[in-house]
């Protein structure tokens, strides 16, 4: 899906380091998402954005944190992560939050240490 | 909320055979998108498909809305067709489009 790239492919950081996942799609797309796939278990959402407003937290801790500047930009930041935290993590775009297709970067595989 | 099962679980097939691989839903639905994962973990779109049937080279995909399921259709198959299938839905009248996925199929294609 090389309308939606994700940086880095690959992050290894410790607990107490601070990092950002960013997502850029070029799909002229409104809404963006980030999902969490931990080895084993289906995609879960994280958090949805649209036209730049948060639209849904599913629950998700803390210690990350959801930035969307624009909607052609998405950002996940990272701080004292836990080890149940590494996992492969996924962005999406769609047209709009309804009745439209979502289309994936390849996603950033997170480990930490 | 809304439940997807996918089956069967797992899947081996020699080079060239044909399988169908299904997907149940619990509710109705707005969305209904078939992914592949390949082995470096890329998600890629193969239907979206929330009725009817779509027809893509070798893939083919049906979505009997009103009955609740989809059935994804692999002719010919091949070693590169290995890896896991999700199905993933979106929830009728949901306030946002997430996506809800199933526990994929993971296919493996011996030559």
């Known amino acids: 899906e090389t309308g939606v790239t994700q940086t880095p492919r690959h992050l290894v950081m410790g607990m107490t380091n601070k990092k950002s996942l960013k997502c850029e799609q070029h799909l002229g797309h409104n809404a963006m998402y980030w999902y969490k796939q931990s080895a084993k278990k289906p995609l879960e959402l994280m958090f949805v954005?649209?036209?730049?407003?948060?639209?849904e937290n599913n629950s998700v801790p803390s210690r990350f944190s959801p930035e969307c500047p624009n909607s052609s930009h998405l950002f996940l930041h990272l701080h004292t992560l836990q080890p149940e935290d590494s996992a492969l993590y996924l962005c999406?775009?769609?047209?709009?939050?309804?009745?439209?297709?979502?289309?994936f970067g390849d996603g950033t595989r997170l480990s930490i240490l | 909320g809304i439940q997807v099962e996918q089956s069967p679980p797992d899947l081996i097939l020699q080079e060239g055979a044909n399988s169908t691989l299904r997907c149940n839903f619990s509710?109705?639905?707005?969305?209904l998108q078939w992914f592949h994962q390949n082995p470096w973990g890329q998600l890629i779109n193969l239907f979206y498909?929330?009725?009817g049937t779509k027809q893509n080279g070798r893939l083919s995909a049906t979505t009997v809305a009103t009955e609740r399921y989809s059935l994804l259709y692999i002719s010919s198959s091949q070693t590169t067709d290995s890896g896991v299938y999700f199905c993933a839905v979106g929830e009728y009248g949901g306030a946002t489009n997430k996506l809800i996925f199933g526990t994929g199929t993971l296919l493996a294609v011996q030559p």
């Open positions: 498909i929330p009725s």
């Open positions: 954005y649209n036209f730049k407003e948060q639209t």
């Open positions: 999406a775009s769609s047209p709009r939050t309804s009745n439209q297709p979502q289309h």
């Open positions: 509710d109705s639905v707005n969305n």
